[in-house]
């Protein structure tokens, strides 16, 4: 089982900037890339970055590119997210999750999430 617990959520103005943590445990080894996803009241989740723990090579959705960057520490086991230039419409619940193969484009151990706020 891999173990991911995200921090650094919080409420901020728009234009301002957030950096997002997750911390992975357990058989990290197995893992192919992790991911972040978010949650909108009343939305459902959708992507929105992905890094591959060899290689580190990124991919993001088209509504964050050039703001948000993800990505990792190996030696920390450790995956994150700065978030630039916030709009309010990024208000959401924040999920990291793992992905175990390249092959399945599924992801299977979620954290619990951290709520970003972006006010007007």
């Known amino acids: 089982q891999v173990q991911l617990v995200e921090s650094g959520g919080g409420l901020v103005q728009a234009g301002g900037s957030l950096r997002l943590s997750c911390a992975a445990s357990?058989?990290?080894?197995?893992?192919?890339?992790m991911g972040w996803f978010r949650q909108a009241p009343g939305k459902e989740r959708e992507f929105v970055a992905q890094?591959?723990?060899?290689?580190?090579?990124?991919y993001y959705t088209d509504s964050v590119k050039g703001r948000f960057t993800i990505s990792r520490d190996s030696a920390k086991n450790t995956v994150y997210l700065q978030m630039n230039n916030l709009k309010p419409e990024d208000t959401a619940v924040y999920y990291c999750a793992s992905r175990p193969s390249a092959v399945v484009s599924s992801y299977d151990y979620w954290g619990q999430g951290t709520q970003v706020t972006v006010s007007s």
């Open positions: 357990g058989r990290t080894f197995s893992t192919y890339a």
């Open positions: 890094i591959t723990w060899s290689g580190g090579r990124t």
